[in-house]
C-alpha cells in the first residue's frame, strides 16, 4: 500500500518535457493528501485532548467526606467511562494517522483500516452523546435538589466536565465525516488516496 | 427521472433471441430495487410508529394535580419534541417512499433527495438518542426521589415512553444505513436505482 513514486517529494522534474501533466497532477494530489490527513490529525489530537479533560474532570470530582462523590451517579459514571473510551479511541487513531502521514501506508489493510475508522467514529460519537446527555439531564435535575446549594462546586465541575464531553463528541463527528469521506473514496476507486 | 422502458414489468421478451441477458438483468435489478425500497418504507413505517407512540406516552402523562407533571421536567420536554419531529419526518419521508414505489421518480431532484434523506436520518437520529438518554437519565435520578414513590405510574409511563423512542431511534438507524447507501449508489453511477 505504499505510495507510488510519483507521489515523493524530492522527486527531479520527468525529463519528458511534451507531458508535464503527469507530475503536476501527482503534485497537487500528494499536496492534498497530506493536508487531508493532517486535517484528521489534528482532529482526533483534538478531540482526544477534550474527551481526556472531560474524563478527567469528572473523575477528580470528589470533595471528601459530607460532600457527593461523582461515583453515586450512574449517568456521571456513564459520562466517564464513554469520555475514557473516546480518549483511547482518539489516541490509538492518532498513532495510526501518525504512521499513515509518516510511512504512507495504514496499519492495517486498507479495506479494514477505512471501515475500521468510520464504523468506530459512528459507534463512539452516539456513545459519547448518549452519554453526555445523560449527564445534562442528571446536573439539571441536582440543580432543583439540595445537592447543588451545599457542594456548588461539585456540580459546577459536573458541568465543566459535560462541556469538554460536548467539544470532545464535535471533533469527533468532524473525523466521521473524513473517514465517511475516505470510505465513499475507497468504493469509488479502490484506494482511499484519489481525493 | 422515470425508470427505463426495460425496468418496467409486463414486457413482452426481446425478439432478438441471441441477447437475452439484458432483460434477465433488468428484471433482477428491478426485483432488487423493489425489495430496498419496500425496506426502507418498512423501516420508515416502524420509526413513525414508535415515535409517535413515544410522544403520545408523554404527553399523555399526568394524572391531574398533586402528581407531577412532565411538563415540568426539561428532559421530558425534550423526549416529547424530539420524538413529535422524528414522527413528522417519518411520516413525510414515508409519503416519499410510497410516491417513489408507485411512480418510480423521487418527489425532489434525485442528487437533492438521496442527500436530503441520509443528512435528516443522521441529525434525527442523533437528536433522539440524546433526547432518550437525556429521559433516562431523569427517570434514574427520580426513582431516587419520592416522586416515583408517590406516582409510580408517572415514572412507568415514562419508561415505557422512553423505551418506545429507544426502538424509534432503532429503526431510524436502519433507515440511515440504507439512505447512506444510496449516496454512495449515487455518487458512483450518477443513480439512486443501481444496486
Redesign the interface.
Known sequence: MRLPQGFRNGDTPSPNHRNPTPHFHNTVTLRKLRRFNSLILVFRVTAFIFSLASSVFMVTNSRGSGSPLWTD???FRFVFAANAIVALYSLFEMGVSVWEISTGATLLPEILQVWFDFGHDQVF??LL???D??????V???KR?DTCTTSASFCVQSDISLALGFTGFLFLGFSSLLSGFRV?CF??NGSRLHL
Open positions: 451517579f450512574d449517568a460519537a452516539y452523546l448518549s452519554a446527555s445523560a449527564g445534562t439531564a442528571l439539571k435535575t441536582l435538589t465513499v468504493i469509488i
